[in-house]
């Protein structure tokens, strides 16, 4: 899953490794902003300052949603103006060796930032999942299995969310999932948190998906990687 710039964050969009082609798509300008500018290590990267460092424990705040991530072992953390990401496994892209990729990632945004139409957590997440499937793999897609879709208490607040199981044309086969709930600070400010993990042996598990929806928190303070929960 390669992250590629888009203006003001990150997208993660699909790598080119596996057995199914060489192909990459390039990332889509209407996609919601996410932590970071450029590829995360990119050398000379004035984006990457000590505030800006990312995060190997705890929980990074996303300061606009009001909520907190948790960071799970080996995972990293950032936050950025318009929310916060995970990511968990870069590796040098196969078809483009100068390009980061992950074999995870977990981004959050202010619904509001994806367009989304839908005024509850079911019809924004159920919306939603098409777009996220497509953004985070971006290669292409075959098909796809709905795995959940069901309600969810997430920090505190009723949310829904949407799992898909995807084929994808080219590379590793992954899963997406859409996650919406009212913001702890604000219950007329819905949240969009999209997760995409990679099948391969190297990359996170569902229940690394899980847990880090359970472990999503209200948070206090300005946000920034320091953040805590509360």
Same mark, same amino acid.
């Given at each position: 899953?390669?992250?590629?710039?888009?203006?003001?964050?990150?997208?993660?969009?699909?790598?080119?490794?596996?057995?199914?082609?060489?192909?990459?798509?390039?990332?889509?300008?209407?996609?919601?902003?996410?932590?970071?500018?450029?590829?995360?290590?990119?050398?000379?990267?004035?984006?990457?300052?000590?505030?800006?460092?990312?995060?190997?424990?705890?929980?990074?705040?996303?300061?606009?949603?009001?909520?907190?991530?948790?960071?799970?072992?080996?995972?990293?953390?950032?936050?950025?103006?318009?929310?916060?990401?995970?990511?968990?496994?870069?590796?040098?892209?196969?078809?483009?060796?100068?390009?980061?990729?992950?074999?995870?990632?977990?981004?959050?945004?202010?619904?509001?930032?994806?367009?989304?139409?839908?005024?509850?957590?079911?019809?924004?997440?159920?919306?939603?999942?098409?777009?996220?499937?497509?953004?985070?793999?971006?290669? &292409?897609?075959?098909?796809?299995?709905?795995? +959940?879709?069901? =309600?969810?208490?997430?920090?505190?607040? *009723?949310?829904? @969310? $949407? #799992?898909?199981?995807?084929?994808?044309?080219? &590379?590793?086969?992954?899963?997406?999932?859409? +996650?919406?709930? =009212?913001?702890?600070?604000?219950?007329? *400010?819905?949240? @969009? $948190? #999209?997760?995409?993990?990679?099948?391969?042996?190297?990359?996170?598990?569902?229940?690394?998906?899980?847990?880090?929806?359970?472990?999503?928190?209200?948070?206090?303070?300005?946000?920034?990687?320091?953040?805590?929960?509360?």
């Amino acid at each position: 899953m390669l992250i590629g710039g888009v203006v003001g964050g990150v997208v993660m969009l699909k790598d080119s490794g596996g057995d199914k082609g060489a192909e990459q798509a390039a990332p889509s300008a209407s996609a919601p902003r996410t932590p970071g500018d450029k590829p995360s290590g990119t050398p000379g990267d004035p984006s990457q300052g000590p505030e800006d460092a990312p995060k190997t424990s705890g929980a990074v705040v996303d300061a606009l949603d009001r909520i907190s991530l948790p960071i799970l072992p080996g995972w990293q953390g950032k936050t950025g103006a318009s929310g916060a990401g995970l990511t968990i496994g870069g590796y040098p892209c196969v078809a483009d060796p100068t390009q980061n990729c992950v074999r995870g990632g977990v981004f959050s945004v202010p619904a509001a930032a994806a367009k989304l139409k839908g005024t509850t957590p079911e019809a924004a997440a159920k919306e939603d999942i098409a777009t996220n499937a497509e953004q985070s793999y971006a290669g &292409g897609l075959t098909s796809h299995k709905e795995l +959940l879709s069901q =309600p969810v208490t997430v920090a505190g607040q *009723q949310g829904y @969310l $949407v #799992r898909w199981q995807v084929v994808t044309k080219v &590379g590793d086969d992954g899963y997406v999932q859409s +996650l919406v709930f =009212p913001s702890p600070s604000d219950p007329k *400010q819905l949240v @969009l $948190v #999209r997760y995409g993990f990679d099948i391969n042996a190297q990359a996170p598990g569902l229940a690394d998906m899980d847990r880090i929806t359970q472990g999503i928190k209200a948070a206090s303070g300005s946000g920034g990687t320091g953040g805590t929960g509360v």
